[in-house]
């Protein structure tokens, strides 16, 4: 079992940036395609960003050019540098890292709240 642990949340004005993190009990990301998905109150979980094991990566129209997903293996810790932040971008980030048929892990989520 792997444990995903996210952090950098918090309250942020619009056009504000914030760094959430997602740390690894242990290695994982390399090996995984890992995603970062945000839910706003009343509404179903979207995917924001993802990246592969090869280093692709895919963001959300919503979010792309503003956001930026990243990893770093050496300290199992995925990142997602948001930019530019907007009222709309409000809501609890999950990252998860699966592989499919093999395992799919969640964090507990972060809260982003940007105020106008």
């Known amino acids: 079992q792997v444990q995903l642990v996210e952090s950098g949340g918090g309250l942020v004005q619009t056009g504000g940036s914030l760094r959430l993190s997602c740390a690894a009990s242990?290695?994982?990301?390399?090996?995984?395609?890992t995603n970062w998905y945000r839910q706003a109150p009343g509404k179903q979980r979207e995917l924001v960003a993802s990246v592969t094991t090869g280093g692709v990566t895919n963001y959300a129209d919503a979010v792309k050019g503003r956001f930026t997903i990243s990893s770093d293996n050496a300290k199992n810790t995925v990142y997602l540098e948001m930019n530019s932040l907007k009222p709309e971008d409000t809501a609890v980030y999950y990252c998860q890292a699966y592989r499919r048929g093999l395992w799919d892990y969640w964090g507990q989520g972060t809260q982003v709240t940007v105020s106008s």
């Open positions: 242990r290695s994982i990301f390399s090996i995984s395609v």
